[in-house]
């Protein structure tokens, strides 16, 4: 099926715009330029936390709603300067920007590729990045206008996501096993700036956060300088099996999931362990008291990551499913129902719940559309199947 003809499209706006007004009205411009969400889980430390510098709290209301067919799905949405920027996998695969204020179609790029298709964003730039290892840019604004393709090494596939940051675009791809490849891009011309081969079956994708590259595969650990690719340690803690779900970077720590253990990134020693298969959250305290939100078994915990002691447990109506979002100091739930929460971050209580029409099903990070919830610009952006949904407080604009 075609995408460009799907015939259903919904666009649900709380505030009514119709006739010549609403070809006049213009865009709400985020709170701050480029701030939102820019790959898998926010950013390209995976955290899953964001910062409104305009505040946020319930209670929220849907602002606008896009639906297209059941055949095809959207990934984790990018959210950045005014614009919802998300993959669509159907038949055909489209990179698609979706107006932020209205939810209005503003342009679609057709992909090449027809699956494990992912993006993410830095400095003006939406990078789309192809299992066969081709790497597309296109400007990140009401344009989307093409700026550069590369064709990457073959190996055995690019299928997790990419990062990029402060210029640098990482790739992370499985050659010919047992070796993982490790490309940075420049992200203005996609000339390679430099590349690495390291041993490991399957690789997850890479996370940069100390102006450094950290790679997560079966229980070896890298960390690599980001700007020239220099190994700064390596670590093989001799798992035989995982690797393949992302490795999230909070406070001179890497959390690996696969593998359960958690380790300082100075050096790469193991500081603790951790008991889910869910990226975490975090939530840092007015006082500076630090959180772990995990998903685990259909519900909510908050641990703290210094005495892996539980704070608080949220259950909801015992079928959580999404991954936990934290916007300032609330916490974002999705449940497989599509019920929604907002939750107090520092007590797990529930402050506001509604129903969206929506379904959050669990997922696999390997072998499964990836996708999640993103925010910026004021928006919390949900993802469910072909479906986007756009909240923002009560009173918002």
């Known amino acids: 099926m075609n995408v460009l003809r799907v015939l259903l499209v919904s666009i649900a706006v709380a505030a009514a715009l119709s006739g010549p007004a609403a070809a006049a009205a213009a865009p709400k411009p985020p709170s701050a330029p480029d701030a939102g969400s820019v790959t898998f889980q926010v950013d390209p430390a995976h955290d899953g936390h964001i ?20 055949d095809v799905a959207f990934t984790y949405p990018i959210v950045v300067n005014g614009l919802v920027i998300v993959m669509l996998e159907g038949d055909q695969h489209f990179l698609c920007a979706f107006d932020l204020a209205t939810g209005e179609s503003v342009w679609k790029r057709l992909i090449r590729e027809t699956h494990f298709v992912y993006a993410a964003y830095d400095n003006g730039r939406v990078f789309v990045q192809e299992f066969s290892g081709v790497i597309d840019a296109f400007s990140a604004d009401r344009t989307g206008t093409p700026l550069w393709s590369v064709k ?179 916490v974002i739930a999705g449940s497989v129902d599509g019920t929604l929460y907002v939750l107090d971050a520092a007590r797990g209580k529930e402050l506001w719940e509604t129903q969206t029409g929506l379904s959050f099903p669990l997922q696999r990070e390997l072998g499964d559309v990836l996708t999640g919830f993103g925010a910026g610009g004021d928006t919390l952006i949900l993802v469910s199947g072909g479906s986007l949904a756009a909240f923002v407080q009560d009173g918002a604009r």
């Open 51 to 70: 910062v409104f510098a305009n505040g946020f709290k319930p209670p929220l209301k849907q602002k606008w709603k896009v639906t297209l067919s059941n």
């Open 152 to 330: 990457l090494p073959p190996g055995s596939g690019y299928y997790t996501p990419p990062v990029a940051a402060a210029g640098h675009l990482i790739v992370s791809s499985t050659l010919q096993p047992p070796k993982q490849g490790l490309f940075s891009l420049n992200e203005e011309t996609g000339a390679i700036e430099w590349k690495s081969a390291v041993a490991a079956s399957i690789g997850g994708p890479p996370a940069i956060a100390e102006d450094a590259v950290f790679l997560a595969s079966v229980a070896q650990f890298h960390k690599f300088d980001l700007a020239t690719g220099k190994s700064l340690w390596f670590k093989d803690w001799g798992g035989t099996a995982g690797g393949e779900t992302t490795p999230v970077y909070f406070k001179n720590r890497l959390y690996v999931r696969d593998d359960g253990i958690v380790s300082e990134t100075a050096k790469g020693n193991p500081v603790g362990t951790f008991g889910t298969n869910y990226a975490p959250a975090f939530w840092t305290s007015p006082t500076g008291k630090d959180l772990e939100i995990v998903l685990n078994e259909s519900h909510y915990l908050a641990v703290d990551p210094k005495t892996d002691n539980t704070v608080w447990d949220f259950a909801g109506n015992g079928h959580l499913s999404s991954l936990p979002l934290v916007i300032n100091d609330m």
